[in-house]
């Protein structure tokens, strides 16, 4: 039987779809590239030379992945189940913000304790965060989007003024909290990094929620749920309680990834702590349709690519701006691709 069959394609048709668009993506940047008037082939080496080029470099790019999987997961799970969690963002704020609320109240607590409950305490926010609108929606049909949109401000306007007012840092820049605790504070495997032991607690969450996706008995109701909520209620599956089980783990992991920025990274709680980890974590999932797979891989793609596109602008001229074309030009190739895919198979039935 050929590599390539007919039904090697059928089964694989979304991951090819996924792996041509990228490249497609890819081909176009080197048009801009070139149109800018540099060398496509040095500008793409010296993005990747500047995110994988030595051992500072990875860990570098692996600080910055951490946040992104974590986020890309959280998207992907609820859309999983069938859920919009738009308000990740928001989500991921009140959990930072949380966690830096017990590093500085309950600071004399010792580390053993401290940096559980800190977890648990931002976890715990956000994943309530997102039981609000999941439940208005599953028991009173209001519209979910609207709904996190508009916990998305609130969440992020609260943090902002309790960060510029009653938790106002007293020897800190503008916008942001004292430091935590020290003994809240998770190890950096290098003296300049960020790179911090936070990153075995997400790998640890990152593989459990794999493993429900893609293996267990709750990731098939999920996808049933999300792709046809009636058969599923046939099926004999509660459909509410499965998305609602899937809006709850998306928020946990948002708030579990502001966490980590707070106890890891920046050991305070920041205004501006997310540069939209949740927005391109969103872009990610989209891009290899919620596979949880996928999105670890596309996520760690894109921390490579926006890690070493400094070096890129540097050394070529060409602005980091890049990245963001390629990744959109991605999403909208796999979009058009699996819509035209769809609409073949279609014919192909009717026919």
């Known amino acids: 039987m050929s590599l390539f069959s007919r039904d090697w394609l059928v089964r694989y048709r979304d991951q090819c779809i996924i792996l041509v668009s990228?490249?497609?993506?890819?081909?176009?940047?080197?048009?801009?590239?070139?149109?800018?008037?540099?060398?496509?082939?040095?500008?793409?080496?010296?993005?990747?030379?500047?995110?994988?080029?030595?051992?500072?470099?990875?860990?570098?790019?692996?600080?910055?992945?951490?946040?992104?999987?974590?986020?890309?997961?959280?998207?992907?799970?609820?859309?999983?189940?069938?859920?919009?969690?738009?308000?990740?963002?928001?989500?991921?704020?009140?959990?930072?913000?949380?966690?830096?609320?017990?590093g500085i109240e309950l600071g004399?607590?010792?580390?053993?304790?401290?940096?559980?409950?800190?977890?648990l305490a931002g976890v715990g926010a956000a994943t309530f965060w997102a039981w609000m609108p999941a439940k208005l929606s599953l028991d009173r049909d209001l519209n979910i989007v609207v709904l996190t949109i508009m916990l998305n401000s609130i969440a992020i306007l609260f943090t902002t003024f309790m960060a510029t007012g009653p938790y106002a840092g007293v020897r800190t820049s503008s916008g942001s909290t004292d430091k935590i605790a020290e003994a809240m504070r998770l190890t950096h495997f290098q003296l300049f990094g960020t790179l911090n032991t936070g990153a075995y607690i997400a790998i640890a969450a990152i593989l459990i929620v794999t493993v429900l996706m893609i293996f267990s008995v709750w990731g098939y109701d999920w996808r049933c749920s999300r792709m046809n909520t009636r058969f599923a209620r046939y099926g004999g599956i509660d459909v509410r309680k499965r998305q609602m089980s899937a809006m709850l783990l998306s928020g946990a992991l948002a708030g579990l990834a502001g966490s980590l920025l707070v106890m890891g990274d920046h050991y305070r709680f920041l205004i501006n702590i997310s540069p939209g980890y949740t927005w391109?974590?969103?872009?990610?999932?989209?891009?290899?349709?919620y596979s949880p797979v996928g999105g670890i891989i596309a996520a760690l793609v894109y921390s490579v690519?926006?890690?070493?596109?400094?070096?890129?602008?540097i050394?070529?001229?060409?602005?980091?701006?890049?990245?963001?074309?390629?990744?959109?030009?991605?999403?909208?190739?796999?979009?058009?691709?699996?819509?035209?895919?769809?609409?073949l198979a279609n014919r192909i039935r009717e026919d």
């Not at 004399?108 to 977890?119: K, R, S, T, V």
């Not at 391109?280 to 349709?289: E, N, Q, R, S």
């Not at 690519?305 to 602008?313: F, H, R, Y």
């Not at 963001?324 to 190739?333: G, Q, R």
């Open 22 to 102: 990228f490249f497609l993506s890819l081909l176009i940047g080197a048009i801009l590239i070139t149109l800018y008037g540099a060398n496509p082939i040095e500008a793409y080496a010296q993005m990747v030379s500047g995110a994988l080029g030595d051992t500072d470099a990875i860990l570098a790019t692996l600080a910055r992945a951490v946040p992104l999987v974590l986020s890309t997961m959280s998207i992907s799970i609820a859309f999983y189940g069938g859920m919009w969690n738009i308000g990740a963002e928001g989500q991921l704020y009140l959990g930072a913000f949380t966690a830096a609320l017990i």
């Open 108 to 119: 004399a607590l010792p580390g053993l304790l401290l940096i559980p409950l800190g977890l």
């Open 280 to 289: 391109t974590g969103m872009i990610l999932a989209m891009m290899v349709t």
């Open 305 to 313: 690519m926006s890690s070493g596109a400094l070096q890129m602008e």
């Open 315 to 343: 050394i070529t001229d060409i602005p980091q701006e890049l990245v963001s074309v390629i990744v959109c030009c991605a999403v909208l190739f796999v979009t058009a691709g699996i819509s035209i895919a769809n609409r």
